[in-house]
């Protein structure tokens, strides 16, 4: 498996990076993933990084984004927070992961089970933990009218997804811009934690 060079990079699509997504989860799935030389890639991207594609994940320790994608040392940028909600600083990372890094796509990647999620649709108040879950609030109020079964909280993460990626459009014109004039796409998806799988919409 070769490592992201600048040329590659240039080479690369939204679309291509989707489907080399689409396809590094099937290998994860199926358990065969590429064979890789991690020290080699480390070696080779000490002195610069291209990577194809920022992905905003949650913390869940089942969902370490690298490896359910089956990607190597410098293919994508990696931002992590509880519910993959959106703040200045995901807003910050993203834009340099594309404007000044060059990368051609960023998913907005949540999961089932998703315990920030539950915690938001049962109203958890704890530190900081409240101001974080407030970002989860909007998909809640838009989703919730009666219990936080398991099926209404799997459809509030679907929700969350959406509007992470609504603000993303709407708080980064840098983002935005590249999208409208197709350098980049912003695209979801949700990784399965029981079976593996990600879908994308």
Known sequence: MKTFTKELQEQMTPEKAIDML???NKRFVESRKEDRDLLLQMNQTSGGQYPFAALLSCIDSRVPAELVFDQGIGDVFNVRVAGNIVNEDVLGSLEYSCKVAGSKLIVVL???RCGAVTAACKHVELGNITHLLAKIKPAVDQVMTG???ADTIE???LKNIELSIERI???SPILAEMESDGDIKIVGAVYDVGSGAVCFY
């Open 22 to 24: 689409k396809a590094g």
């Open 110 to 112: 949540g999961h089932t």
């Open 147 to 149: 219990e936080a079964d």
């Open 155 to 157: 459809k509030v993460a």
């Open 169 to 171: 459009r709407a708080e």
